[in-house]
Structure formats: structure tokens, C-alpha cells
């Protein structure tokens, strides 16, 4: 089982930057896919955006395209949130796998007020 942790949740105003941060201790961490994913009151979870094992990111919805980035290094996975909007306001997990997404963190709530 693999154990993620998410962090660097809040409140923020609108135009405002948050970075969430994904930690794990397992030690193949760096051999798997990583996303961000996000749901929002009375939304399905929507994905986000994701990451492979070598570093290529892509967005997951337009949305946030040209605002979000995700980074990683050996342990955690970023997502840098910039320029944030109300419709930003969620919980936000991350999630890991090979192929699919079997293993999940518990989720940060980011609120953004306009």
C-alpha cells in the first residue's frame, strides 16, 4: 500500500498562488505516474492533470491550462496553482499508479475568494 500525503491547502484570494504538495515514503515513488485530481461541492472529481515517472506533465482539463504546473522530485509531487479563481475551490487529491489510479491521498481543501 502505498501512502500519499497532501499538504499546502487554504484559503487564498482570487489572483492569488498556492503550491499542494504529494509526499510519500515509498521507495519506487519515483517509478510512478502521479495526478492531480479535484472535487468540487456537488461536482464529479474532475482530473486535473498528471505526471509520468520521467517528467512529462500534461493538463487534464483546459481550465486550468497556462495557470497550474506539476513538478516532481524522488518523493513529491507539486502542483503550483497560480492566478487561482473561485471555480479553483475544491478538495484536491493526489493519486498514484501504474496505469491506473489505485492509490490515493486523503485530499486538501483549497478555497479561493473572490
Known amino acids: 500500500q502505498v501512502q500519499l500525503v497532501e499538504s499546502g491547502g487554504g484559503l487564498v484570494q482570487a489572483g492569488g498562488s498556492l503550491r499542494l504538495s504529494c509526499a510519500s515514503s515509498?521507495?519506487?515513488?519515483?517509478?510512478?505516474?502521479m495526478g492531480w485530481f479535484r472535487q468540487a461541492p456537488g461536482k464529479e472529481r474532475e482530473f486535473v492533470g498528471g505526471?509520468?515517472?520521467?517528467?512529462?506533465w500534461t493538463y487534464g482539463t483546459d481550465s486550468v491550462k497556462g495557470r497550474f504546473t506539476i513538478s516532481r522530485d524522488k518523493n513529491t509531487v507539486y502542483l503550483q496553482m497560480n492566478s487561482l479563481k473561485s471555480e479553483d475551490t475544491a478538495i484536491y487529491y493526489c493519486?498514484?499508479?501504474?496505469?491506473?489510479?489505485?492509490?490515493w491521498g486523503q485530499g486538501t481543501q483549497v478555497t479561493v475568494s473572490s
Open positions: 493519486a498514484a499508479g501504474p496505469g491506473v489510479w489505485r492509490f
Open positions: 515509498e521507495r519506487s515513488f519515483d517509478t510512478y505516474n
Open positions: 505526471i509520468s515517472a520521467s517528467g512529462v
